[in-house]
């Protein structure tokens, strides 16, 4: 965020100030170079070894000013990420008392902000004085020497004196090219950051031959699949197919693998080894669009827009007509509420949904993914953090959300799968059990451990 909208300002600065300048100061110097060479080509020369040594303060002061104001633009790129998280945590700062600590904190990254501010201050304050003193040294030489030549008769005062109106001239430009130096550096230092997220390249490549997948149901396909993240082993030789229209359970206990499984399907991330199939299509070799237009996701933490509900409802399908907006609504038991609400589907909801309860929330992302009629559905524990009757209300709308589609649900209470085709137990990121919940609970395996520690130990 603080290279889409603090780099880029400096490097707009940079663009539409300094560079106009520079075009400007350079054309001048261009221009009384050419005359002082006119006008005396023996002391010019003297003059063209001596003055770029003035220059030296431009180039060594610059470098510096590029390298602290990349650290200033880190720095503030921190200090935006901090007070975010700061702002929206700020039920749980009050709730601990942490408010002093938190302004502590914010104390030591301004004042780190602070340091490098003044480095940049001194670094393009000293260039200018420093340039000055050098090039009074040189303007002072080219004095003594071209006034003994008059004096010698090699030269007249008149030449001398035009020579030397050129010189001084040239002074100015010089100067202001010194302080736009330093606007430059920054411009540049900003440019490098801001470029480094346009050339990144993505970690998930489409094939140079992408393969459309068509829209109907689809069966899901995992052959020898392992993934990897880092050094860490998260998925282990996952052989598993799912059927179309099938509705398939994952539990297991957290930080098993079930969110990277199903998370492989639509490529958020890509395996490091195996082949995930939809149909006989290597995902690997499907458009990017057509495959994630296959696949609708609810997730445990409902992640709406600071817009209107009929378009948070219709995020994955702008073009849908106004009715079915509003069945997709009924479909997920939303459209009580919302007809409650002052102006109902027009309503803005906040920041994140902010004027909206849990429930609320989660039933209109089940309406957005109605909407989006994909066949394929990854519910990432979309019932966890609701109270009783919002479960109940949820619970419904996802059933007829599930109806003939083929649908991942990850679990962590059971209570909630019931509905289940098949279920399978998922531990280190390996399948350890798989099959119904009698077939499970009969086993005496880790499914039955699950079940017992959840419902008959209580």
Same mark, same amino acid.
């Given at each position: 965020?603080?290279?889409?909208?603090?780099?880029?300002?400096?490097?707009?600065?940079?663009?539409?100030?300094?560079?106009?300048?520079?075009?400007?100061?350079?054309?001048?110097?261009?221009?009384?170079?050419?005359?002082?060479?006119?006008?005396?080509?023996?002391?010019?020369?003297?003059?063209?070894?001596?003055?770029?040594?003035?220059?030296?303060?431009?180039?060594?002061?610059?470098?510096?000013?590029?390298?602290?104001?990349?650290?200033?633009?880190?720095?503030?790129?921190?200090?935006?990420?901090?007070?975010?998280?700061?702002?929206?945590?700020?039920?749980?700062?009050?709730?601990?008392?942490?408010?002093?600590?938190?302004?502590?904190?914010?104390?030591?990254?301004?004042?780190?902000?602070?340091?490098?501010?003044?480095?940049?201050?001194?670094?393009?304050?000293?260039?200018?004085?420093?340039?000055?003193?050098?090039?009074?040294?040189?303007?002072?030489?080219?004095?003594?020497?071209?006034?003994?030549?008059?004096?010698?008769?090699?030269?007249?005062?008149?030449?001398?004196?035009?020579?030397?109106?050129?010189?001084?001239?040239?002074?100015?430009?010089?100067?202001?090219?010194?302080?736009?130096?330093?606007?430059?550096?920054?411009?540049? #230092?900003? $440019?490098?950051? %801001?470029? &480094?997220? =346009? /050339? +990144?390249?993505?970690?998930?490549?489409?094939?140079?031959?992408?393969?459309?997948?068509?829209?109907?149901?689809?069966?899901?396909?995992?052959?020898?699949?392992?993934?990897?993240?880092?050094?860490?082993?998260?998925?282990?030789?996952?052989?598993?197919?799912?059927?179309?229209?099938?509705?398939?359970?994952?539990?297991?206990?957290?930080?098993?693998?079930?969110?990277?499984?199903?998370?492989?399907?639509?490529?958020?991330?890509?395996?490091?080894?195996?082949?995930?199939?939809?149909?006989?299509?290597?995902?690997?070799?499907?458009?990017?669009?057509?495959?994630?237009?296959?696949?609708?996701?609810?997730?445990?933490?409902?992640?709406?827009?600071?817009?209107?509900?009929?378009?948070?409802?219709?995020?994955?399908?702008?073009?849908?007509?106004?009715?079915?907006?509003?069945?997709? #609504?009924? $479909?997920?038991? %939303?459209? &009580?509420? =919302? /007809? +409650?609400?002052?102006?109902?589907?027009?309503?803005?909801?906040?920041?994140?949904?902010?004027?909206?309860?849990?429930?609320?929330?989660?039933?209109?992302?089940?309406?957005?993914?109605?909407?989006?009629?994909?066949?394929?559905?990854?519910?990432?524990?979309?019932?966890?953090?609701?109270?009783?009757?919002?479960?109940?209300?949820?619970?419904?709308?996802?059933?007829?959300?599930?109806?003939?589609?083929?649908?991942?649900?990850?679990?962590?209470?059971?209570?909630?799968?019931?509905?289940?085709?098949?279920?399978?137990?998922?531990?280190?990121?390996?399948?350890?059990?798989?099959?119904?919940?009698?077939?499970?609970?009969?086993?005496?395996?880790?499914?039955?451990?699950?079940?017992?520690?959840?419902?008959?130990?209580?």
């Amino acid at each position: 965020m603080s290279r889409i909208t603090n780099d880029v300002n400096i490097i707009k600065s940079m663009v539409s100030t300094a560079v106009t300048s520079v075009l400007r100061d350079c054309f001048t110097i261009i221009g009384l170079t050419g005359v002082i060479f006119y006008r005396d080509w023996k002391l010019a020369l003297y003059a063209i070894i001596i003055l770029p040594i003035a220059f030296l303060p431009i180039v060594q002061f610059g470098r510096r000013v590029r390298r602290v104001s990349t650290g200033c633009q880190e720095s503030m790129a921190d200090l935006s990420s901090f007070l975010h998280e700061t702002f929206s945590g700020n039920k749980i700062v009050k709730a601990f008392g942490m408010e002093a600590y938190e302004k502590q904190r914010f104390h030591a990254k301004t004042l780190g902000l602070f340091h490098l501010e003044m480095k940049a201050v001194i670094a393009r304050s000293l260039s200018s004085p420093i340039m000055e003193f050098l090039a009074g040294l040189g303007i002072a030489f080219i004095i003594w020497y071209g006034g003994y030549r008059v004096i010698s008769g090699e030269s007249t005062a008149g030449t001398f004196f035009s020579f030397m109106a050129a010189v001084l001239m040239l002074y100015d430009p010089v100067k202001k090219l010194s302080n736009l130096n330093n606007s430059i550096q920054e411009g540049l #230092a900003a $440019a490098d950051r %801001a470029f &480094d997220i =346009i /050339e +990144r390249k993505s970690d998930i490549q489409e094939s140079d031959h992408p393969v459309e997948i068509p829209f109907r149901p689809h069966s899901v396909f995992f052959e020898n699949v392992d993934f990897r993240y880092d050094e860490t082993q998260v998925l282990k030789h996952i052989n598993l197919t799912v059927n179309a229209g099938e509705i398939l359970a994952l539990v297991g206990m957290s930080g098993g693998g079930k969110t990277t499984l199903v998370n492989l399907i639509p490529r958020f991330y890509d395996i490091t080894h195996g082949v995930i199939r939809v149909d006989e299509t290597d995902i690997r070799k499907a458009s990017l669009k057509s495959l994630r237009e296959q696949i609708a996701i609810v997730t445990q933490e409902p992640i709406l827009f600071n817009d209107t509900i009929g378009n948070n409802i219709a995020y994955g399908n702008t073009l849908a007509p106004f009715q079915e907006i509003v069945d997709a #609504a009924k $479909a997920a038991f %939303a459209y &009580d509420f =919302i /007809e +409650r609400l002052p102006r109902q589907f027009d309503t803005s909801i906040g920041e994140l949904g902010s004027r909206l309860s849990g429930g609320e929330k989660q039933r209109l992302c089940i309406a957005r993914a109605l909407l989006k009629n994909a066949p394929i559905l990854i519910l990432d524990e979309a019932t966890s953090s609701l109270d009783s009757e919002s479960e109940m209300l949820v619970q419904k709308a996802l059933e007829n959300l599930m109806k003939g589609r083929t649908t991942f649900v990850i679990a962590h209470r059971l209570s909630t799968i019931g509905y289940a085709n098949r279920i399978i137990v998922i531990v280190n990121g390996e399948i350890i059990e798989q099959g119904s919940h009698e077939d499970l609970m009969a086993r005496q395996g880790e499914y039955h451990k699950l079940y017992e520690m959840q419902f008959v130990n209580r």
